[in-house]
């Protein structure tokens, strides 16, 4: 439930235009491999294999905690779809000035019905406790990937698995700004992580 909020209340800023965006100078796959290895060990007993491929360093300018949203919102759909042992991997490249991220699984798939309307803000045919950050993850990553003037393209099949890519822009320039603390920030890394994957981690991650 505290995930469904969070992400409700990031959803309306993002639609507001209101959400905290401080672009900075970062090395990208330095922070898509620290959420990768935090998530794998997170999920290792459901033998749900986990990879990253991505050069060891890539400098890009993004908003860090934007961006790790971006990919943790990724990662729960893509744990959500998997059946223990399944497959996972997250792809980081740059094409030309652009960045794209990627996450590609072999869980269940999205069916066709579904494509037309998956980023949408909701889903009403959603019951509020599915694993899908209550219909709002998706849309969370494009308006993510919006405000870096970027696009998302997702591609499905049913019981075959999904890939979702997103391409960031590399026109954003570092915004120049000291960025106050805000509670996303103030949180450990495993508080943010355990509250976003709430819906697909095994019990035992929060005793």
Request: with cysteine; charged share 20%; hydrophobic share 40%.
């Amino acid at each position: 439930m505290k995930r469904c909020i969070d992400n409700s209340g990031t959803l309306a800023m993002l639609k507001s235009g209101t959400v905290p965006f401080f672009p900075e100078n970062l090395d990208v796959a330095k922070l898509c491999s620290d959420v990768v290895e935090s998530v794998a060990f997170w999920v290792h007993s459901r033998g749900i294999t986990l990879r990253l491929n991505a050069d060891k360093e890539i400098n890009f300018v993004a908003d860090r905690a934007l961006l790790e949203l971006l990919l943790i919102n990724l990662l729960s759909n893509s744990l959500a779809a998997c059946s223990d042992g399944g497959s996972i991997t997250v792809t980081l490249f740059r094409s030309g000035h652009n960045l794209v991220l990627g996450v590609t699984d072999n869980g269940c798939g999205i069916s066709p019905v579904r494509m037309s309307t998956v980023m949408d803000c909701y889903n009403n045919s959603r019951s509020l406790d599915a694993p899908d950050n209550c219909g709002m993850g998706l849309a969370i990553v494009r308006g993510i990937a919006e405000l870096h003037k970027g696009t998302v393209i997702i591609e499905s099949r049913e019981s075959i698995g999904t890939s979702v890519r997103v391409m960031l822009s590399g026109e954003i320039q570092p915004s120049g700004f000291f960025k106050e603390e805000d509670q996303w920030e103030c949180e450990t890394p495993e508080i943010r992580l355990l509250t976003a994957l709430s819906y697909v981690l095994p019990d035992e991650c929060f005793i």
